[in-house]
């Protein structure tokens, strides 16, 4: 074979790998895509959250549909963990909390939120759920809304006071956990935080007096 010729097929071999190698990343990048699709309208069905931001992070937190039913647990996880531990009656509390929202033993959520109380998850996690709760809560009526904010203080309040005894017996809160309190409530009250910052005050208030 002429030398020209052994030439020109090496690089025409190369040409045709060049190609097949840059269709192939195309192809993988074009599923990569319709799975995010897929996945980020899994978890818009299953939240009512519509903004594409907010999805967009959850999928890249890690949520499924199976697991986005813990994102009102997170901020639970999170007052759990702002003493440096968690105890096993704050334990108990988030997982009978996990009940009530149909989650069971069985399920990958309730593997996950053991993990998350085994070893503490990191800041992204913690941050990247208020949002999207706040989100959750705006797509409500302003009754289920308002129930929902108020229910999810009143829980993180008892994981807070859970490391002391039954809140107003014996609580102890420390005040990282009440600094917790309040982003936890001015976030999900972001239009409100006067009001939010009054209701943390109020909790506050009657657990100095009951102590």
């Known amino acids: 074979m002429p030398q020209d010729r052994l030439f020109d097929d090496l690089g025409s071999s190369k040409e045709t790998e060049y190609f097949r190698k840059?269709?192939?990343?195309?192809i993988e990048k074009l599923k990569a895509r319709?799975?995010?699709?897929?996945?980020?309208?899994?978890?818009?069905?299953?939240?009512?959250?519509?903004?594409?931001?907010?999805?967009?992070d959850l999928h890249e937190l890690g949520y499924t549909r199976e697991t986005v039913t813990l994102l009102h647990l997170v901020p639970m996880v999170e007052v759990a963990w702002a003493s440096g531990q968690v105890t096993r009656r704050e334990r108990n509390l988030i997982f009978e909390a996990a009940q009530l929202r149909g989650i069971t033993e069985?399920?990958?959520?309730?593997?996950?939120?053991?993990?998350?109380?085994?070893?503490?998850?990191?800041?992204?996690?913690?941050?990247?759920?208020?949002?999207?709760?706040?989100?959750?809560?705006?797509?409500?009526?302003?009754?289920?809304r308002d129930a929902g904010k108020r229910s999810l203080?009143?829980?993180?309040?008892?994981?807070?006071?859970?490391?002391?005894?039954?809140?107003?017996?014996?609580?102890?809160?420390?005040?990282?956990?009440?600094?917790?309190?309040?982003?936890?409530?001015?976030?999900?009250?972001?239009?409100?935080q006067a009001a939010a910052k009054l209701v943390v005050a109020?909790?506050?208030?009657?657990?100095?007096t009951d102590q």
């Not at 008892?158 to 309040?182: P, R, V």
């Not at 109020?202 to 100095?208: G, I, V």
Request: aromatic fraction near 6%; hydrophobic fraction near 45%; proline fraction near 4%.
């Open 22 to 26: 840059k269709e192939q990343e195309l």
């Open 34 to 56: 319709a799975q995010f699709e897929t996945e980020r309208r899994k978890l818009s069905q299953a939240t009512n959250i519509t903004d594409e931001g907010i999805l967009k």
């Open 106 to 144: 069985d399920s990958v959520a309730y593997k996950l939120l053991r993990n998350w109380l085994d070893a503490r998850p990191p800041e992204a996690l913690f941050a990247g759920a208020l949002p999207a709760i706040r989100a959750m809560l705006a797509a409500l009526p302003l009754d289920a």
């Open 153 to 192: 203080v009143n829980y993180c309040t008892h994981i807070a006071a859970a490391s002391g005894g039954i809140l107003g017996f014996g609580q102890t809160i420390c005040d990282a956990e009440w600094k917790l309190l309040e982003k936890i409530a001015a976030e999900i009250e972001r239009d409100h």
């Open 202 to 208: 109020e909790k506050r208030a009657l657990a100095s």
